[in-house]
C-alpha cells in the first residue's frame, strides 16, 4: 500500500520579499503554490497512491474570491477520476471560523470533523484514519487525548496539526509529546503546521513532511511531500519526494581571489549554475552572498547597484527556469592588513588610530550614540524603531558600525599598489 502525506499547502500564499524588477519571473512565482499542489496531485497519480492525507493549513487564509476554491476542487477532482480518496483536516491557518466561503468537493474527499476527533475507515486497502480540525485559528489545548483507539487490524493513522513541544517560528498550537504520540499506539502520525520536514519518531512514525512550497527566505531547501510505504501493518519505507517550483535557497560566494568585479560575477555564475543543478534546474528565488577577503573589496562596496543589477542579468539565464534574486549581500572584507596600516605616521594611520580608539572607549562610544540619536529624530520612524530597528544605544552595534564604515572608507583612501 502507498499513502501520500502533505501539510501547510497554504494555497495562494503570496510569497514574500519578492522585489519586481525587469525581466524578473513574477507570475510563475506568483503561481507557485498551486504548481506545487499540481505536482502533489501527480505524484498521488503516478505512484498509484491509495490516500491521500492533508494535515492542515490546505488554504493560507480566508479565499479573496471563489478562484482558490476552484482551484483546489479541480485538483480534487483529478485524484476522484484517478480513484484516489483523500481525508483532510483544516489548521490555523483554513481554521472553520476563518473561511467564510465554501465549495462541495468531489465525493472522494472527506474532512474530519471540527468539533471532536473521529474516524474515517477505508475497508478496501484497510486503513483507519483518526483526526480533528481546528474550529478557530488558536488551539491551545492538546487534542491527542480526545483521539480514538486504535482499530485493531487496521493500519492506523493520526491526522494533527500540531506545534508538538514547540518548533522555532511556529505557534505553539494543539502541543503534545512525541511520547503521547507514541503511546497512543498508532502506526503512523500525519503531522502538519511545522514547515521543515521532520522525522520525530520511527515505528511507530511521526513524521512533518514540511510545506509543499517554500514562502520566503526562511524555508529554503526542498519542500514536497512524504511518501509511504507500507507491507500490510508494517511500514517498510517513508521518502521525501520534492514537488515545490520554486526553490529558496541562500547562495554564499567566496570571492577571496576576484581581482575585480568581472572575476567575482563569473564566480556568482558559476554558484547560481551550481544551485540551479543542485536544485533539479527549478526556477531559484536566491539571496547571494560574497563572502572571503577580496582585492576588488572596494569596487564590491562602491558599485553595489551596478552589480547587483549585473547579479540580476545573471539569474536570467541560469538553468531551465532562471534565478529571481532577493538580495546581494557583500561581506567582503578588504585585502589589507590593518594592524600594520595603522603604524604608519600619516592621516591613514591617525584615521586607523581613531577607530580603534574609539571602539575600545566606552565614552567616547556613548557620546558617539548620542550624536547619532540626535540624527534619528531627523529620519522615518519605522527604519528604528523595529524589532531589527538600529539601536544606536547599544556599545555592540556602533562596533559594528564602526568596523562596517572603515571597511567602506580605508579601501578608497588606500592605493591599489599598497592593497595586499
Ligand atoms: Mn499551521
Known amino acids: 500500500m502507498r499513502l501520500v502525506h502533505a501539510a501547510d499547502l497554504h494555497i495562494d500564499s503570496p510569497l514574500l520579499g519578492l522585489e519586481r524588477y525587469e525581466g524578473a519571473p513574477v507570475e510563475q512565482i506568483r503561481r507557485a503554490t498551486r504548481r506545487a499542489t499540481e505536482n502533489l496531485v501527480e505524484l ?52 472553520a471560523s476563518k473561511i467564510t466561503r465554501h465549495l462541495r468537493l468531489s465525493d472522494n474527499v472527506r474532512e474530519l470533523s471540527t468539533k471532536r476527533a473521529e474516524t474515517i475507515v477505508y475497508e478496501d486497502f484497510g486503513v483507519a484514519v483518526h483526526g480533528m480540525g481546528y474550529p478557530s485559528p488558536s488551539v491551545d489545548g492538546s487534542l491527542v487525548e480526545g483521539y480514538p483507539a486504535p482499530r485493531a487490524g487496521l493500519f492506523n493513522v493520526g491526522l494533527l496539526h500540531t506545534a508538538v513541544d514547540g518548533r522555532p517560528g511556529h505557534a505553539r498550537y494543539a502541543p503534545c509529546s512525541v511520547s503521547q ?114 582585492p576588488c573589496h572596494a569596487a564590491i562596496v562602491t558599485e553595489h547597484d551596478q552589480l547587483l543589477a549585473e547579479v540580476r ?34 592621516a591613514l594611520g591617525a584615521l586607523l588610530a581613531a577607530f580603534r580608539e574609539l571602539e575600545s572607549d566606552a565614552a567616547a562610544l556613548g557620546e558617539l550614540g548620542e550624536t547619532l540619536a540626535e540624527v534619528r529624530q531627523k529620519i522615518p520612524q519605522e527604519l528604528w524603531r523595529t524589532e531589527d530597528g538600529i539601536a544606536y544605544d547599544s556599545p555592540e552595534l556602533l562596533r559594528e558600525l564602526l568596523d562596517e564604515v572603515e571597511a567602506m572608507i580605508v579601501p578608497r583612501i588606500v592605493s591599489s599598489e599598497e592593497v595586499r
Open 44 to 95: 498521488c497519480i503516478d505512484e498509484r497512491a491509495d490516500l491521500l492525507l492533508l494535515a492542515g493549513d490546505l488554504y493560507d487564509d480566508d479565499w479573496r474570491d471563489y478562484s482558490t476554491g476552484l482551484f483546489f476542487a479541480a485538483q480534487m477532482a483529478r485524484l476522484k477520476e484517478a480513484g484516489i480518496p483523500v481525508v483532510w483536516i483544516r489548521g490555523n491557518h483554513d481554521a
Open 181 to 294: 504520540l507514541v503511546n497512543k499506539g498508532y502506526d503512523y502520525w500525519a503531522l502538519g503546521h511545522v514547515h521543515t520536514r521532520e522525522v520525530l519518531h520511527q515505528d511507530p512514525w511521526v513524521v512533518f513532511p514540511g510545506n509543499l512550497q517554500g514562502r520566503h527566505m526562511r524555508e529554503t531547501g526542498s519542500k514536497g511531500a512524504t511518501l509511504i510505504h507500507t507491507d500490510g501493518l508494517k511500514v517498510v519505507g517513508v521518502e521525501h519526494r520534492a514537488l515545490d517550483v520554486v526553490r529558496w535557497l541562500k547562495c554564499s560566494v567566496d570571492v577571496t581571489n576576484a581581482r575585480d568585479l568581472d572575476q567575482v560575477l563569473a564566480a556568482v555564475e558559476a554558484a547560481l549554475n551550481q544551485a540551479a543543478q543542485a536544485a533539479d534546474d527549478r526556477l531559484l528565488a536566491v539571496r547571494v552572498e560574497l563572502t572571503g577577503t577580496a
Open 313 to 346: 542579468r545573471l539569474g536570467l539565464e541560469v538553468g531551465a527556469f532562471g534565478a529571481w534574486v532577493e538580495r546581494l549581500l557583500s561581506k567582503t572584507c578588504a585585502a589589507y592588513d590593518r594592524a600594520t596600516l595603522a603604524l604608519r605616521e600619516d
